[in-house]
Structure formats: C-alpha cells, structure tokens
C-alpha cells in the first residue's frame, strides 16, 4: 500500500508525453484534414487521386504497423532516426488525418447546395465561398465525429510505449516488474487517467461546438446518428 | 533502393501463418463482441436504474480508455487475482470482443431506436408477449439496419488486433518483428506485413460500402 | 361495454382530457369526431393501454382497464392485468404498423399463435378466412412493401380481428390513404358493423361513412363531448354552434 503514492507519481510523469503526443498528433491531424479532406473536394483529378491514396493506405493498414515501419524502417531507407515523440506524433497525426479527411469531406458536401448558390450569386471566389460561406457551416457538422476521433488518438498515445516515448503505458509497464503486487494500482492509475484526458477533451469540444453554433446563430443540432454510418467508434 | 526481392519472398510463409492468427482473431474477436454488445444495448433498456446506469458506466469507461492497457488488465491482472489463466491468444479474443462491444451496444441502440415507434404500438395493441415483441418485430428490423457499421467495426478490429504483439500474440506483425530479428533485414517484412493488411482491408472496405448503399 | 368515469389525461401541461364520463353499450359502432387535438385518438389510445391515464376509471365489459381491485381499493393496474384484459381489445392504425419483416399471413397468425396460443394451423385458416373478407386472398404470400396503402389497411384490419377482441378501435384508418383507395377499406369497415357484433370507436373524418354506419355520433371538442346523438339527429340538427361550425367547415371542404 505505501508503494501507491510512488506508483502514481511515476506514471503522472508520463503524462506530459502522453499530453505532447496527443496535443501534436490532433494538431498534425487537424492540418492534415483540412489539407486532405478539401483535395478530396478538388475538381482536379490528380489532386482527388492523391488525397484519395493517402487516405486508403493509412486508413486501410494498421496503426501499429504504420508506427513500426516509421520508427524501424524508415531510418533504414533514408539514413536517420526519428525521436520516438516525433515519430509518434507523426503516425497519429498521418493515421488519424486520414480518417479526418472523410470528416472533413463528409461535412463540407452536407451544407446544403443552396449556400454554394447564393455564395456565387454573389460574385465570391471559390476560396471566398469556402472560408467565409462554406467552413464556417461545415465546422459545427465536424466537431462530434472529430471529438470521437480526437479520443482515438488518445488511446492510440498508448502505442507509443512499444517505441519508449515515455508516455502513460509505458511508465506503467516499467512498474509492472518492480511493483508485481500492485498491479491493479498501475492500471487503475492509468486508466483513469486517460479517463481525465477523454472528458477533458469532451468537455473542449463541446464547448467549442456551442461557440461555433451561436456564431451561426443557430443551437448546436442534436448528435445525428452518425453511428448508424458506421462512423470512427 | 533498398528492397531485396529474395527476402521479401522469403518471409511471405511466415507472415501468412500470422495472417492466419490475425484473422482469427478478428473473426472470434467481433462474435464475441456483437453477441455482448447486444446483451449491453438490452441492458441497458431493461428499465432497471442501477442496472441501466452500471452498464453505461462500463460502455463510457471501456469505450474512453486504451485497449492497450484493458489487454494488459486481461493478462497480467486477472489471473493472478481470480485464478484464471488465459492464453495469450484467448485474452485477446477477449479484449477484443469486450472492447468492441461497447461499440456494439451503441450501434444497436441506434438501429433500435430507429424502429419506428408504430412497430411498438402495433406489437402491443397485438397483445405479442414481451420476448416476441423483441425477436418477431424489432430485432429484425433493427439488425439489418446496423449491419454496415457492424462491419466497419469488424475492419477497425482488424487493424488493431497487431497490438497483441505486446503479450507475444504471433499475428502479422510479431511474425514480421520475428523474421526482422532473424534476418537483420526490417524493410521487406513490415512492409510487407503492411501491404497484407491494405490486401484484406481494402476489398473488405468496398464490400461494407456495397452494403452500405443497398440499404440505403 | 366500455365506461369512462372522470378520466382525466395530461401531456406535460396541456390537458387533453378533463373529467371525461362516456358509455357504449356492446355492439354499437360509434364514431368519433371533432377537430384535431381534442381528445379523439387519446380516448383510443388509452382504451389499447398504450398510454395510461391520469385520473378517473376505464371499464371495459365490466372489468376495470386502467385499474385492478385489490380487496377494498382500487389501485393503477399491473402489467399482468394489462394483458389480460387488452385480450379483448384490438386496434387499427393510421400507418397501418403492418411488420415488414413477416409476410401478410404472418402478420396475421404472429398474434393470435403468440399470444392466444392458436394452433398455427387454425390460426392460418382464420387468416385466410379473414382475408377472404376484406378481399385479399390471393395476397397471403406477399409483402407489405408489395401492397397499396389501402391493400395494407385491409390486411391491418384482418390482422386486428384475428385477435377475435371484443371491441375494435379505428384511428382515422382511411386518413392515410389516396382517395381511390378509401373506398375499399369503408366497404370493409361496413360489413364489420353490419355482420359481426363487435363494438367498435371509430376517429375519422368520413362524414358521410359515419353517418351511414354508425349507431350512435359523438362530438369531441377540447378533450370534451360536446354532442352525443344518433347521426340522423346530430347530422341534421346539431344542437351546438361548435358542432355546427365544425360540420359546415368540413361537409364544405367535399
């Protein structure tokens, strides 16, 4: 019993990576989408085809491969290693964009054709249209399936302890050997951890989906059953 | 470049063999957890507060938490708390089919709550028994409906049962990290071994599109 | 056959019906009529259990509904009371409800096998029997999907009379139909009042149909019976300005 306070001191220190990852990897994740899911939009098809390779190749192999082959491979190829944080956030980011990219897409081809008409009524460019008219309504569609998929990433922080990043499931494997007896506080710690860390991101997201929906002058829209389509648990 | 075609063809047998073990897995995987997440998404509806609320607390809580860590609590904590050992491959058959299922029991309420309301009514005003309202009216129609997702779940069990490595489940990857111990050579395998899953998940994809669309 | 004494019912705020007190003797056919809103389907829906009352007594063939008697007291019926006594009751629907996942005869031998415990053979020759009433032999193997609206109704009503209830509730059954069809399923609802002698409330609109069928016409307005009458007298002299107001907007609209 008096190993408890040691054990959780040790794996909240693995809490700053676990934040690092994932703070990195939804923001490579954020940019990537954007990027991917509005090429998916593109009327150019060899811009369409790219995003649409880099999309089934990530989201159509294993994260954990795609992590191996990053951190083992890759240096192999091109003749450096990567941090093992910048490796992970690299394959969250490059992972769970892909995935945000059919978000993205999803929710731009959902605001209704209407707005595309009165946005080229009046004289906008195809950039002003999609900044001013386009995103700003395809934001409050996004955040629900992106507050899911941001929580995905949070779980899959936990990968980065087969590469030793430092992070919440590693520093807990560390105390495994050491603490046999209380294994069940180890776990206990970080699974409640990450608990915290899911509400937390909730919780912002939530927040956010209300500032967006007012700013539409609208009241955020009940979650649609995106579940039904098979969405990204 | 730095591709050697030899090696590459030699480490297909073993991969293989992992394949085998990953589908496995993923087959026995989703039937445990779509049989469980039916009985979590009845439990839920049971009408019982206490019972009601304990398994929405322990959908929020599996669903929220890494299945890294819940496979970790299957291997290393269970047995030697309850006594009862499990292979590595049967703790994940497990993990899986518990992880998943929560994901499940969502799936099935939705396709539940999608039944029009009439279908009730009608099964009511009919004076059916409670268990044929259930497995005559509205079981058969909200199955169907959830298929798609169901199956999309399956594909994303798939390309996660490679974490299993960590409690030496020989799927693709270990095979992979295996052959790269023993040949020195890292790039044919895990490429490979990432090429064999876009083979099976990608047809597997357009066949739930497929589904997808017939229904809709 | 059936009683309300002072049932009252409220949805949230809004009281849809405030101390109603009504009888119907068995076998009549009564229609119900009167704008939306004023109790019609409410009245309907608490004689088939699926909403439970807020105050007051239902009684049907003697036996209280909505309520069971334990020694002295009258307390809210259980479950168990409630599938005995909806045994007598059947009802068809505005959206017909047929199960799109059983066939035509399926959706009418399900209850009565289920719930009746019917030998399924029996149950089948009642089925055929039934459909053979509302016109629609030939159709025992198809599928709901396959029917016309006003062909789903009539399978609807046979589905209810396999039950054999003792009263059979119409909500506004035709209200949901092209009016080529509405003929069809009137015709049907005809012969039930004039060969059978089941009690039946029927909510509609078919002015005409409830004149000439019904034994007895009653006029709701704001969870209220306004008027009570034979449809002779209440059609031709109605005795309330609001009944009156009503059916000159509606007979207008033909």
Redesign the interface.
């Known amino acids: 019993m008096s190993n408890v306070p040691h054990i959780v001191s040790s794996i909240l220190d693995g809490l700053v990576a676990t934040a690092e990852a994932a703070l990195g990897g939804i923001a490579l994740t954020v940019v990537l989408s954007l990027i991917a899911g509005l090429a998916l939009l593109s009327p150019r098809w060899p811009v369409r085809a790219i995003a649409r390779v880099y999309v089934?190749?990530f989201?159509?192999?294993?994260?954990?491969?795609?992590l191996?082959?990053l951190f083992?491979?890759l240096p192999?190829?091109v003749g450096f290693q990567l941090v093992p944080l910048f490796a992970g956030i690299l394959v969250l980011g490059l992972n769970h964009g892909a995935y945000g990219a059919e978000i993205v897409r999803g929710a731009v081809r959902s605001v209704p054709k209407e707005q595309y008409e009165g946005a080229v009524a009046l004289n906008l460019s195809p950039v002003q249209r999609m900044v001013r008219v386009i995103l700003p309504q395809a934001f409050v569609e996004m955040l629900p399936p992106f507050n899911n998929l941001f929580?995905q990433l949070l779980?899959?922080?936990?990968?980065l302890?087969?590469i030793s990043a430092g992070e919440i499931?590693e520093r807990?494997?560390l105390l495994?050997p050491v603490f046999g007896a209380d294994?069940?506080w180890i776990?206990g710690t970080?699974?409640v951890l990450?608990?915290l860390l899911?509400?937390l991101i909730t919780t912002g997201m939530r927040a956010l989906e209300r500032a967006a929906a007012r700013r539409l002058g609208r009241r955020p829209s009940a979650r649609a059953?995106r579940?039904?389509?098979?969405?990204t648990? | 470049m730095n591709w050697d075609w030899q090696a590459a063809a030699d480490s297909i047998p073993l991969l293989l063999k992992g394949l085998l073990v990953t589908v496995e897995l993923t087959v026995l995987g989703s039937l445990v957890g779509y049989v469980l997440g039916l009985v979590l998404a009845l439990l839920r509806r049971s009408g019982i507060p206490v019972l009601s609320q304990a398994v929405w607390l322990f959908i929020e809580f599996v669903r929220s938490t890494p299945l890294l860590i819940q496979v970790f609590v299957l291997y290393y904590l269970v047995p030697p708390t309850t006594g009862f050992k499990m292979s590595a491959f049967v703790t994940g058959v497990v993990a899986l089919g518990v992880h998943y299922s929560t994901y499940a029991a969502e799936v099935y309420r939705a396709g539940i709550e999608a039944v029009p309301k009439g279908q009730w009514e009608a099964a009511v005003a009919l004076n059916l028994p409670r268990s044929r309202v259930w497995t005559a009216v509205v079981l058969p129609q909200a199955i169907p409906r959830v298929l798609p997702a169901l199956g999309n779940y399956t594909i994303s069990m798939f390309k996660e049962t490679p974490l299993l490595l960590a409690i030496g489940v020989l799927d693709v990857l270990n095979r992979a990290k295996e052959v790269g111990a023993e040949t020195f050579r890292v790039v044919e395998p895990y490429t490979l071994a990432g090429v064999l899953f876009l083979l099976v998940s990608l047809p597997a994809s357009l066949l739930v599109r497929r589904l997808e669309r017939r229904r809709a | 056959m059936i009683r309300f004494s002072g049932v009252v019912k409220r949805f949230g705020e809004h009281v849809v019906l405030d101390e109603l007190d009504f009888a119907v003797a068995p076998g009549e056919f009564v229609s119900l009529i009167g704008p939306s809103g004023s109790g019609k389907t409410t009245i309907l829906r608490l004689l088939m259990t699926l909403e439970k009352v807020d105050g007051g007594t239902i009684e049907v063939g003697g036996e209280y509904l909505s309520h069971t008697r334990r020694g002295e007291r009258v307390v809210p019926a259980d479950e168990k009371h409630l599938r005995v006594m909806r045994r007598r009751i059947g009802m068809v629907f505005q959206q017909f409800n047929l199960f799109p996942n059983m066939n035509v005869l399926r959706n009418i031998t399900e209850a009565p096998v289920r719930s009746l415990g019917v030998p399924p053979a029996e149950a089948e020759q009642r089925a055929r029997e039934l459909l053979g009433m509302v016109g629609l032999e030939d159709k025992a193997d198809a599928h709901p999907t396959q029917l016309s609206g006003g062909q789903q109704q009539r399978v609807a009503i046979a589905r209810a009379l396999a039950m054999r209830p003792d009263v059979l509730l119409l909500d506004e059954v035709t209200s949901a139909l092209d009016p080529e069809l509405v003929a069809d399923v009137l015709r049907v609802l005809r012969d039930i009042a004039t060969s059978t002698d089941i009690t039946v409330l029927c909510v509609t609109h078919e002015m005409q149909f409830a004149q000439d069928v019904s034994d007895r016409v009653m006029m709701f307005d704001h969870g209220r019976v306004l008027e009570d009458a034979a449809p002779e007298k209440l059609f031709s002299e109605p005795e309330h300005e609001r009944t009156k107001e009503f059916l000159r907007a509606v007979i207008e609209r033909r």
């Open positions: 089934e190749i989201r159509g192999t294993s994260e954990v491969v795609q191996f082959w083992f491979v192999v190829l929580i779980k899959s922080t936990a990968l302890s087969f499931a807990g494997e495994v294994i069940g776990y970080e699974l990450y608990l899911a509400i059953d579940v039904l389509a098979g969405g648990g």
